[in-house]
C-alpha cells in the first residue's frame, strides 16, 4: 500500500490532506523562547501578532517526530512511502526526512521510502503533492508515481512566484542582504520572487509598489504557463489584510479568463509567514 508524506510547509488544504489521507511532519515555529509546531500548535494570527514588535524564526522538526509519522504509516500497512518536501536549497527538512527513511528501511527491510526534493517551496510543492495524492487514488505505480513527481521538479512543470510589501522579514532571516533590503525600502520597490532550477531563491523582477509588483508576478506567471497545458492553478496569500485579498481576486479573475478547472485558494501556512510577513500575493501553476 503506497502512502504519501510531506512537511507543514507545503501549504496544502487541511480539506485535501483529509481528502487524500496525505500524512504531515509540521514544522516548528519559534517565538521568542517558545516553540510551536506550525499550523497545530499555532495559527497565523498569532505569528503575526508576535511579528509586530519581534522577529519570528522557524526550525526543522526533529529526528524523532519524522521517525513516529513514518513509523505510524508502516503500522497502518504502508510498505512504499513517497515523501515530498520543499527545496532542500531553502530548507533542511528534505535531508532530515532522508537521513530518517535509510535509517527506517535499514531496519524494516520490507518498506520502501523514496523522498523527493521538490526544488520548490510552499504550494508549488503542494501542488506536486496533491498530483501524487491524485494519481495514488488512482491506482498509479510507487514507480509511476516517484518518476512523475521526479520529472515535475527536475524540469520545473511546477513554477511562478510571489511579491511581498517588505524585505524586513527575508532580512531577519538570513534570505537578503541587508543592503538590498534597505535599497528596496527606501525606493519602495517590491520583488517578485521565484525559484530557480537549483531550488533557491531569485528575484524575477522588481516594481514600485505592491500594484505594479502584483501586474508582474502574473506576467511570470502567464509567461510560465504560455503554450502549455496547465493541471492547476493556486494563488495564495498571507495575513487578512483586504488590499491583498483584493489582489487575490484580481489574479483569480484574470486567471479564469483561460482557465476553466477550479483554482486552489488558500493562505501560506505559518512558516512561510515568518519569513514573508502580512500581504504576500502567490499564484504557481503545474502545467504537463
Known sequence: MIGIVCDSATDLPQELIKKYEINVVFLKIILGEK??????EINEEEVLKYMENSFAKTSLPSYTEIEEVFLEMINKGYDEIIAINISSGLSGTYNLFNMVARDIMNKHKSVKIKVIDSLSVSIG?????????????????????????????????????????????????GRISHLKATIASVLHMKPVISVDTYGKYFTVS??????NAVNNLYEYFKTFTNGKEIEKVAIYRSGELQRTINFV????????????KEILIGKVSSAMTVHAGAGLVCIVGLVK
Open 125 to 173: 510543492t503542494g501542488l506536486m503533492v496533491l498530483k501524487a495524492a491524485e494519481m495514488n487514488k488512482n491506482g498509479e505505480s510507487f514507480d509511476k508515481i516517484v518518476s512523475t513527481i521526479e520529472s515535475i521538479a527536475k524540469e520545473k512543470k511546477s513554477d511562478g512566484g510571489y511579491t511581498i510589501p517588505t524585505l524586513k522579514y527575508l532580512k531577519a532571516g
Open 249 to 260: 481576486n484580481e489574479l483569480k479573475e484574470k486567471v479564469e479568463k483561460f482557465y476553466d
Open 35 to 40: 516553540s510551536y509546531k506550525d499550523i497545530i
Open 206 to 211: 522588481k516594481a514600485r509598489g505592491m500594484k
